[in-house]
């Protein structure tokens, strides 16, 4: 047992805005810190009270070198330090078990989790190099460099796809089925006005890259597209004789996404709803074969349910980071847990991927899906760089009081 809670409400997500979008000028960490603050402001929540954080980052930006420290500087907390996580896709869950180990160890108290990530104007890194001819260095283009090859599998990331579809036998036309199955999904989340979204979404003020003058709003995702069968049927795969179209696989976003894990005590307390309890069971990781990075949730997923105690039998709902539709049929195949019952409001497939954030969101909305049933056990599981993976099994107990 992980021994940690999320007090229920006390987390928060941006909308997730699409590459080169409305919120591609803002510096990830000013703005994260600057959504963090307001948010635990509006709830009232003591900030006195925290004595640890930590920060999920994966692109770095102008002074992240300062990492942690910084942001919780930025918003108000001079006294509380702790870890800048990089993980790549995998960045929220470390975060989160990083922070759940401190509460269960007695280190800490009460732990700020904060994720952000701008995938838009990724920075080009010049590496110096004395010993080439002439000193010539190495320029790197973090994010398209790093996403077209993987220095020790020696593939690209869409590699991965191919590899895992071509080992199922996973069809370009079962891919756009999910495809389809999650875009739908994804609208259960906007009905109403948004209902759902509004659980635990909060507005970004755009800005000037300053942080002086408002000239906007971001209000909801941006960049999901319109999918329809005829649409997706007229995509060809990316790779030749592959099956991985445009349409099958996730899209660069920015945004960013936070929460507060305590003790079930402080919990209650800090809570929005005091009916509700939201512990963490479990968590694990996995890395499989290199080039197969779609396969990892699975065992990541085994190892989480073995760490709470629990078999796939036990869960009720399951949420994934899934940057290829390939991820959650392997997962179907390998764990039996239906296809139609996973991500039923929304996923990385059709919302995007800033990195750090992403599993955050993934977490929040399994969080909010059990509430809604009235309780239950959730599985968190995503892929990540290197052929790894990351997984999380919490439980929701109580039910929301209107």
């Not at 000028?25 to 640890?52: T, W, Y």
């Not at 579809?165 to 948004?194: E, K, P, W």
């Not at 069968?229 to 349409?247: I, M, N, Q, S, Y």
């Amino acid at each position: 047992m992980a021994n940690a809670f999320i007090p229920y409400g006390i987390y928060w997500s941006t909308p997730f805005a699409k590459w080169q979008g409305s919120i591609a000028h803002l510096h990830s960490l000013k703005l994260a810190a600057n959504v963090g603050k307001k948010f635990l402001e509006s709830k009232k929540f003591p900030m006195e009270k925290v004595d640890l954080g930590v920060l999920g980052l994966t692109n770095p930006q102008p002074s992240s070198f300062y990492g942690l420290p910084w942001v919780t500087g930025m918003m108000g907390l001079e006294g509380v330090t702790g870890p800048t996580v990089h993980q790549a896709c995998a960045t929220s869950a470390r975060a989160l078990q990083m922070a759940a180990q401190e509460i269960a160890a007695g280190s800490a108290s009460v732990a700020l989790v904060v994720t952000a990530d701008r995938m838009s104007n990724g920075p080009v890194v010049y590496y110096p190099d004395g010993t080439a001819p002439g000193g010539q260095g190495i320029t790197e283009s973090w994010t398209l460099d790093n996403f077209n090859k993987d220095p020790h599998a020696k593939n690209a990331m869409i590699e991965t796809g191919e590899n895992v579809a071509r080992r199922f036998g996973i069809s370009t036309q079962q891919q756009h089925d999910v495809v389809l199955q999650r875009y739908a999904q994804y609208q259960q989340s906007v009905a109403n006005d948004r209902a759902f979204q509004r659980r635990y979404m909060v507005d970004v003020a755009i800005t000037d890259a300053g942080f002086r003058k408002q000239i906007g709003t971001l209000a909801a995702d941006e960049g999901i597209f319109h999918t329809t069968p005829e649409a997706l049927a007229k995509l060809k795969p990316v790779k030749p004789d592959g099956t991985v179209t445009f349409g099958g696989q996730t899209h660069p976003a920015d945004g960013n996404a936070g929460a507060i894990l305590t003790t079930r005590e402080r919990a209650r307390e800090f809570a929005a709803d005091p009916n509700i309890e939201v512990e963490l069971l479990g968590f694990g990781m996995a890395r499989v074969e290199k080039g197969y990075m779609p396969m990892a949730p699975v065992p990541a997923a085994r190892a989480a349910l073995k760490a709470a105690g629990l078999e796939m039998k036990n869960v009720d709902a399951v949420t994934t980071h899934n940057p290829f539709a390939v991820n959650d049929l392997v997962f179907n195949k390998e764990t039996g847990f239906p296809l139609d019952k996973m991500n039923n409001y929304g996923c990385s497939l059709i919302w995007g991927h800033p990195q750090g954030p992403t599993g955050m969101r993934s977490v929040i909305e399994l969080i909010e899906e059990l509430v809604l049933r009235g309780g239950g056990t959730g599985l968190f599981a995503g892929c990540a760089a290197g052929d790894s993976a990351m997984a999380l099994v919490l439980r929701v107990s109580g039910k929301r009081q209107s």
